[in-house]
């Protein structure tokens, strides 16, 4: 890396919770080639993505510190550049030598880098974003020795065993997983992830994939509940948990006998999310141990996103638009009464901090598992009841057909059927397909270049939180949500669910539109308070005014 690169990388790192002040003499944007990026890789991104003309303002921070070998916490909105920034930086490192050649191991190449992302189709992007770098004349250089990115997830098609010797004969400079296939990989061979000769670990996602209890002041009935919460996690660590615990075991054991020294042998680590509650801080210093203090550069760009008049809130981003339609039960559909088409921030409104959101302590314990693909035979589908209300349905459909020019996604609640929905909406006449990244080259290219195919119809792409998590969709313009996202109840976790959800859109300059579906009750009813009062409480937690969808009263 370049002097300058590593001259910014220790800055930050001295002051690791403060964003650096920008260079007052420096009035030339900051290139890629300032932050160390070395030339071939900016030179492929000038071909291949030629709109990505300087490293944002986050990437500017964080791509030195990874490249200068320090941990880095990592937080800034959606669509703000950090999967992207953190492969940049991992591609930009020199191939790891493999000490002591194992005579099993055909090729002397190693692994560098491991990337551990929560889904298959997050996966698959960044094997994408690297075909795409590398496939420049010039960028593949020898310094790579090999393979450059693979992609290891659970999947029934490829065998255990074929997936190790494609691991122990071409082992990629950067091995790109899930982490329960990571982790079955590693309980059938311990040697074929090198765990021991990693020079980086990169958790995108963190906070999904790593569990935590949050902390809340409360009475004796709350801390029973967090210890029982906090036992369960425990005796069931996520298998990111178990993966990091493998990587850096000896750092964890020395932790708990004294002080750690700063001499070990062991890789970087960096974690990154849009969403990052202060339980999780917590809980990776005093618990996790896996990160070193002493090396540390944490990053959180939060002050970025920004409330619009429209009533939009965004990021270095584009203009995202929030709706609510109410489905009442007799085929009405309508806004949510305080919508406006007319939004206008009110004077007493403070500017958007989501460090408040950040601070909220909210109970927030999702699955940790792999969605595993809906697969129901159209029979079955057919035979079960509907786990859908069918007026949800049918606004998804309506407001689809009159609003969605190419591509929309729809999220579903976790573990809600795919397949179901998919079905549902066909029968009502929409082209809707689950989001599956592999089923084939085209549609992947599809997807992830936002390339349009002219012949086909507007797509309503379904998918659960679980699997959009982190994904790109350039061409990608609406997304639906059927009911509180996460639900029923409104804690951190159902405004982390909507800002995920919600990020699709409005990535990099793009506009966008939000549409949650929810259903009229009685607020005096078994319900308790309604969907609509909860869509206002996310709003108010968020800065966002909502504003009309001009399709319906
Ligand atoms: N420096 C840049 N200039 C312009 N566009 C960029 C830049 N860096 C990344 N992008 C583009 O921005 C989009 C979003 O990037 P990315 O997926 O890395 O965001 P993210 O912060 O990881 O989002 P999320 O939190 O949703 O995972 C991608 O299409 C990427 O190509």
Known sequence: MSRSAEAHADALS??????????????????????????SIYRALDVVFPAIKHPTETQQQFIPAILSGKDVLLKDSTGS????????????????????????????????????????????????????????????????????????????????ATRISSLRSDPPHILIGTPQALLDVHNEDPAALQLSNLSTVVVDEVDYLIETVPLKSGGKSFYKAFLKAKKKI???????????????????NRAEQGPTSTHENLPQLVMSSATLRKHLDLFLFKEGRWLRRDQLVKIKCSDKQRIYDTGAISSISGDILHSVLIVAGNGDIKN???????????????????????????????????????????TELVDSPSPFNPDTVEAIATAFALDV???????????????????????????????????????????????????EAPTLLVATLASIRGLDLPSLTHVFIPGIPEGPKVN???????????????RFGKGGRVITVVEARDPGGSHGVDDEAKMRRIFREIKVKPVRFEHFD
């Open 405 to 455: 020019p190419s591509i929309a996604l729809l999220v579903l609640p976790a573990s809600s059927p795919v397949h179901r929905a998919v079905y549902e909406l066909k029968q009502l006449g929409v082209n809707a397909k689950a989001l599956d990244l592999t089923v084939s080259d085209k549609g992947r290219l599809h997807l992830l270049t936002g390339g349009k195919t002219a012949e």
């Open 14 to 39: 001295s002051t690791p919770e403060s964003t650096p002040e920008p260079d007052p003499v420096k009035k030339e944007p900051v290139t890629f080639k300032d932050i160390g990026i070395r030339r």
């Open 234 to 252: 425990d005796r069931h660590p996520s298998p990111t948990r178990q993966l990091l615990d493998i990587i850096y075991a000896s750092r964890k």
């Open 336 to 378: 949510m009464s305080d919508a406006t088409s007319l939004p206008l921030i009110s004077p007493g409104d403070e500017p958007v901090t989501p460090e408040a959101i950040f601070d909220d302590q909210s109970p927030a314990i999702e699955s940790q598992s792999e969605m595993p693909r809906n697969s129901l035979a159209i």
């Open 81 to 160: 550049g950090k999967s992207f920034g953190i492969l940049l930086a991992l591609l930009n490192k020199p191939r790891s030598e493999f000490p002591g050649l194992q005579s099993t191991i055909t090729n002397p190449s190693s692994i560098t880098s491991l990337l551990v992302v929560p889904h298959r189709d997050l996966a698959y992007q960044f094997v994408h974003w690297v075909e795409q770098l590398t496939a420049t004349p010039g960028v593949t250089s020898p310094r790579y020795g090999g393979v450059v990115a693979k992609a290891i997830v659970r999947d029934k098609q490829i065998e255990m």
């Open 492 to 506: 951190g976790q159902t405004i982390d669910a909507y800002l995920h959800i919600a990020g699709r859109v409005g």
